[in-house]
């Protein structure tokens, strides 16, 4: 490997770190060969204390005589990264000076870590909705303390470019279990931050590896995420598809569970192809499922999504009734991100009945929620529908505001809804 060797790369730069890795400490030798490894963004006292299996203390003042060295910067408390050129001389030193067991190995302790943590911040963010376990080795790995969802938000913020490399590593070093568990505890995060490339990205990694090793669950799972990807970007055949799929291998392993979860998207996407019967069939049988098995976040789902079919046929005041209860599960639960969905949908549903101060009520409700918890996607829905609600009043320029808002977000996301929202702007130009 001689990724330093570049036309224009200066030899003496490479000298100089050749230099100052000979000179180091056995101790700091070892962390830098291991931060090699990891080809994220950045690193912290947790993650070498994860890699080099030492305490976090001893990880933390091994980071900072790197930092001292000038191999590494302190760019923020216990957050450090390296130069273009150093991170290329570590992964070198990484793939010279480790065997192959080695390297695979410390990957496997680096992507054993991040699922440990992601495992913990997604439960936080939304309460978890089936009864996947994640099969991961918590042994003598210390963990950030994380105690509530706007922590885990921060904590997946933060990390995300070193999840995405982790799941990338974990591929690419046939750790086919830990890669497609890692991908599923992400998906919570892509949703509300609005991520819908990366999304498509690391769960067909994760497919690939549940295909690798036969893990019909994790298969089922990993479908029904590209599923999601797909239907947020207006991709509703791709998404019928990856859905029929992963409620096919649900069926076939006979989990309630996972019958449901697949059944309720199933019959979400038939309803927005405009095949209702078979829609609510899904929708009633996954309810009946949640129910049965005391999953009352995911009743409350298939409620919402029972609301959205039954509003397409007109059926207004039932469609309200849905979500209503909907929301108060959500509550309940004290689910956040489903509950300011539920709020989006009270809102659109009272407009069309008329009750517009209602309306505005939900909406600013679900707005509150959205920000607070950093839903993007959810908070574009919501100036969507506040846009929608100005201009059935006659108020254009806030309509125009609102609608800006929720355009910016579906823009980046290459959502389908952009298009509506570019039409109603369009009709607001000469207003």
């Known amino acids: ?38 080809e994220g963004a950045s690193v912290s006292p947790h993650v070498v204390a994860a890699l080099t299996e030492v305490d976090l203390v001893t990880a933390r003042r091994r980071l900072r005589e790197l930092a001292s060295a000038h191999l590494l910067a302190e760019t923020r408390a216990d957050r450090y990264t390296l130069h273009d050129l150093i991170r290329l001389h570590a992964r070198e030193i990484a793939a010279t000076e480790l065997t192959g067991q080695q390297r695979t190995r410390a990957v496997e302790k680096l992507v054993n870590y991040y699922l440990l943590v992601a495992d913990r911040a997604h439960r936080l963010i939304r309460p978890p909705r089936d009864n996947h376990v994640a099969a991961v080795s918590g042994e003598g790995v210390e963990i950030p303390m994380l105690a509530s969802a706007e922590q885990a938000l921060r904590w997946f913020d933060t990390e995300w470019p070193n999840l995405v490399a982790a799941v990338q590593l974990g591929a690419a070093a046939g750790l086919h279990r830990l890669t497609w568990q890692l991908a599923l505890c992400l998906r919570t995060y892509v949703y509300l931050r609005g991520l819908t490339s990366d999304w498509a990205a690391v769960f067909e990694l994760g497919l690939r590896a549940a295909r690798a090793v036969g893990d019909r669950d994790g298969e089922s799972r990993m479908l029904r995420g590209l599923g999601n990807a797909a239907e947020l970007v207006g991709e509703y055949e791709l998404a019928l598809q990856r859905y029929v799929e992963a409620h096919t291998i649900a069926v076939h392993l006979d989990d309630p569970a996972l019958i449901a979860l697949t059944g309720d998207n199933l019959g979400g996407i038939l309803s927005e192809l405009r095949r209702f019967d078979e829609a609510e069939a899904h929708l009633n049988t996954s309810l009946g499922l949640y129910r049965q098995i005391g999953d009352g976040q995911g009743e409350a789902i298939a409620l919402n999504n029972l609301g959205v079919l039954v509003q397409d046929r007109g059926e207004n005041e039932k469609a309200f009734e849905y979500y209503r209860r909907a929301f108060q599960l959500h509550r309940d639960g004290d689910n956040h991100e489903d509950g300011a969905r539920s709020l989006a949908n009270l809102c659109w549903v009272s407009r ?23 839903m993007a996607y959810v908070e574009a829905m919501l100036h969507h529908q506040l846009g929608e609600l100005h201009l059935e009043q006659g108020r254009g320029q806030a309509a125009r505001l609102e609608l800006n808002l929720a355009l910016a977000v579906y823009r980046r996301m290459r959502s389908p809804y952009a298009d509506a929202v570019d039409t109603l702007l369009a009709g607001l130009a000469d207003v």
């Not at 890795?21 to 291991?34: G, I, K, N, Q, V």
């Open 1 to 38: 490997m001689r990724a330093l060797d570049l036309e224009d790369a200066d030899t003496s730069v490479r000298g100089a770190f050749d230099v100052s890795y000979r000179t180091l400490h056995p101790d700091l030798a070892e962390t830098f060969r291991a931060i090699g490894v990891h």
């Open 352 to 374: 069309q009945l008329g009750r517009y101060t209602e309306a505005e009520g939900y909406a600013r409700d679900g707005l509150r929620l959205a920000q607070t918890y950093g």
